[in-house]
Each structure stands twice: as C-alpha cells, then as structure tokens.
C-alpha cells in the first residue's frame, strides 16, 4: 500500500463517525430552528419555506419541513448518488422528529427575539457544516449549493446565502418588517459560517 492510499484510508470516515457527525449535525441544526421558531423569526432554504407555511397556516412546522422537501429529494438522486440521498432523507426526517421534541423537552416562557434568530441562525450553520463533511444536508437549498460549488465552484455558503436573503425578503408577506430585517441578519450569520469554513478541497475528512 503506498503512502498515498494510506493517507486517503486515513481521511476517510468510518461507519461510526459518519453516524455521530449525521446525530451531531441534525440536533444542533433543529435546536436552532427551535430557536428561530421561538423567537417568531424565519429563514432561508427549505426550513424558512415551512416556517414561513407554518405561521401562515398553524399546521405543524415538522410535517411541513418533511414535505417541502420531497421534490429535492429526487435532485440528490439524479446528481449526487443514492448514498447521500438516503443519508438527506434520514436528516430530514430526523429534523422533523426533533422539532416535535424540543418543545416538549424544553419550554422556553422568553426568549429575546434578536438573541434567538442570531443564535439560531448560528446552530444551524454549525449544523450544517457538520451533516456537509459527512456527505449529507438538510435537503432543498443545500442540495442545490453543493451541486453548484461541485459543478461551477461557486461557494455553498455564497449561494445559499442569496436564496435565503431573497426568501427572508418574501416573509415581508407574512412577519412584520423588524422581524425580516433581524432574520436577514440571521441568514448572513448562518451563510457565512458556511462560506468561511466549507471551501472546496479544505476538508480531508471523506465519507
């Protein structure tokens, strides 16, 4: 075995670090969407999308995560393989179950809204980061951003960070104005933690 093909079996993931990252990133990623749901703020992607049905409709910000992202499901297929299909479909399951979770593990009576929309937005960057160095996402946007950095170079975080601010512009329909001008400073925390530290190539750690 040459060195080289040493140091790649070195970087690659095993089963059980690839299963502790997913577990690691879904919590912290949900607990800050518990957060920014606390807080009556929204978001970009996929989660702000049901968010900003939930505060609409009342129905149940879980189920909606769950079906908003279906659609994306079969993009991951077509680009980006199976594997990291069925690891997205698990997160994004797993992100709903957790959101009907918290609440009941936690009740929060007050919560600073300007502290849990940057707070939140932070935790899910985080999060994010984690389930992206262990080949999977929360669906919807980030399956578009990984594509776009892997195919053109684009950055994840610089592309995610336009359609969330265009999304968070949009909930001017449902939130008040000081909600969406506090949620867009959210959406640039979170995007940066991803511009800043998920580049192409900096990473060895492979799935």
Do not use: C
Request: charge should be positive; avoid cysteine; hydrophobic fraction near 55%.
């Amino acid at each position: 075995m040459t060195e080289n093909s040493v140091t790649v079996d070195a970087n690659k993931h095993t089963l059980a670090e690839n299963v502790m990252g997913v577990v690691t990133g879904v919590f912290i990623a949900s607990f800050g969407l518990f957060l920014l749901k606390e807080s009556g703020s929204v978001s970009g992607g996929t989660a702000g999308l049901a968010l900003l049905v939930s505060y609409a409709t009342g129905l149940s910000f879980g189920l909606l995560f769950l079906l908003v992202n279906v659609p994306f499901f079969a993009l991951a297929l077509w680009k980006k393989g199976v594997g990291f299909t069925l690891r997205t479909v698990m997160t994004v399951a797993m992100v709903s179950a957790f959101s009907y979770l918290h609440p009941v593990a936690l009740g929060i009576d007050e919560l600073n809204p300007v502290y849990g929309t940057l707070g939140g937005n932070l935790l899910v960057g985080v999060g994010l980061l984690i389930l992206f160095r262990h080949g999977a996402s929360l669906g919807g946007i980030n399956i578009l951003a990984l594509i776009l950095q892997e195919k053109v170079g684009w950055r994840a975080g610089y592309v995610q960070m336009v359609i969330d601010v265009a999304i968070v512009l949009f909930s001017l329909t449902v939130v008040s104005p000081w909600v969406v001008l506090v949620s867009a400073a959210g959406a640039v925390v979170l995007n940066l933690v991803l511009a800043l530290n998920h580049k192409q190539g900096r990473y060895l750690g492979r799935t």
